[in-house]
């Protein structure tokens, strides 16, 4: 049993809109496959992975280093004990071999794509889905049923209240019971009238999150935190730099609702000192580390361990991103829920077809892997790569 091949393209994930800090017009996403020389059901095992929106491609450092170390190594290093299947803690370290520590960016990224792959092929080679072979390994009980928002509420050119209170709209009538959207692209005033425009629409019907994106310095960051304090909000998000600490411990103060962060820390590093430093409250706030940008489950499962070092509950996480790897974790492994993007960065994000979301929760079909080869459009994309 070997990998025979890993294949990388970089894709435009383009689209006209925009959040406090960066528009995505020239987002891209590496897609990866793993190649495999073991049949299942007539079929060679391929897995498959890809990075989420938000950092770009990284097609250049997999393939000058992280391709190329995997192909390298003694196939028989890369298996588990019985080498009955891959072993994705032996194939990030032959991953990361030669990697100094800290400075955990791009380079977390170009991992964790490749990462996803990897568990991908190995839950098709048993033939399960991801989230049952996560639970039994960790010996827990699989909850199929996960918690799922809806993300969007992007500032876009000509995009006004009526458009914004429309999409919103959108979104309850597809189930979802908390929407989220952007703030920090605008001044106070006008993210207050489209904060309050969003609201009536919604009523009691879902619950609203609003996002800064790392947009706020203390001074807005307090300003905004008053104002929003009046709402009854799901969380307020990212609100300054990720790594200001000091930032977001001192925010506490201001804002008693629930905070949330992480999905621009890349590593359990980083995320132990989130949790050491930024006042973050286990009782009530979020955490949203993304595995498909910060080295993937090998270094997730780390970030869980570091959670329970500290006092936090797995259920205290919502990752960012939108795809399936972080819902056969969250259904997996016990996490409060997922992102979800209903009309943003397709194929890559969403559900397996069919899937529906009812009173804001979907129910994980049982497909093989991480389940892409449920998603029409994503696996046509997936097997022009690699079948
Ligand atoms: O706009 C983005 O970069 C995505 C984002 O923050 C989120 O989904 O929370
Ligand atoms: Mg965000």
Redesign the pocket.
């Known amino acids: 049993m070997r990998i025979v091949d890993i294949c990388e393209v970089t894709k435009p994930i383009s689209s006209p809109i925009r959040?406090a800090y960066?528009d995505f017009s020239k987002m891209t996403a590496s897609l990866v496959a793993v190649v495999t020389d073991v049949e299942r059901d007539g079929r060679r095992v391929v897995g498959y992975g890809f990075n989420s929106?938000?950092r770009y491609g990284q097609g250049g450092l997999i393939r000058e280093r992280f391709r190329d170390r995997i192909l390298e190594a003694d196939p028989a290093s890369l298996l588990n004990e019985d080498g009955s299947n891959l072993d994705a803690h032996k194939i990030w370290a032959a991953m990361m071999q030669n990697e100094k520590p800290g400075g955990h960016g791009e380079r977390s990224v170009a991992v964790g794509t490749i990462d996803m792959a990897v568990w991908d092929a190995i839950a098709k080679i048993e033939q399960k889905p991801l989230f049952r072979l996560l639970a039994e390994r960790k010996g827990v009980e699989a909850n199929p049923r996960v918690f799922v928002y809806a993300?969007g509420g992007?500032y876009y050119p000509g995009k006004d209240d009526t458009a914004l209170r429309q999409e919103m709209r959108s979104y309850v009538d597809r189930g979802y019971t908390v929407v989220?959207m952007?703030i920090g692209g605008a001044s106070l005033a006008e993210d207050q009238r489209r904060i309050e425009a969003v609201l009536n629409e919604i009523g009691d019907e879902a619950q609203l999150a609003v996002?800064a994106?790392g947009r706020f310095d203390l001074e807005t960051a307090i300003a905004y935190a008053k104002m929003l304090r009046q709402y009854p909000l799901f969380w307020y998000?990212?609100i300054g730099d990720p790594l200001d600490y000091r930032l977001q411990a001192a925010m506490a103060e201001f804002y008693p609702g629930p905070m949330a962060t992480g999905?621009n820390l890349f590593s359990h590093q980083d995320a132990r000192n989130l949790l050491r430093h930024g006042g973050m409250r286990p009782d009530r706030d979020w955490l949203?580390f993304d595995c498909a940008l910060s080295y993937g489950l090998v270094e997730y499962l780390r970030t869980l361990d570091v959670l329970d070092e500290l006092g936090w509950s797995p259920t205290r996480c919502i990752p960012?991103?939108?795809h399936q790897m972080s819902l056969n974790i969250a259904a997996g492994l016990g996490l409060g829920g997922n992102?979800s993007?209903p009309d943003l960065f397709q194929p890559y994000g969403g559900f397996p077809d069919g899937v529906e979301v009812i009173d804001g929760h979907i129910t994980m079909p049982d497909l093989p892997g991480i389940g892409f080869e449920g998603k029409s459009d994503l696996i046509a994309v997936m097997r022009d790569l690699a079948e």
């Open positions: 959040n960066i929106n938000g993300a992007y989220k952007k996002d994106n998000e990212e999905e949203q960012h991103g939108g992102e993007y």
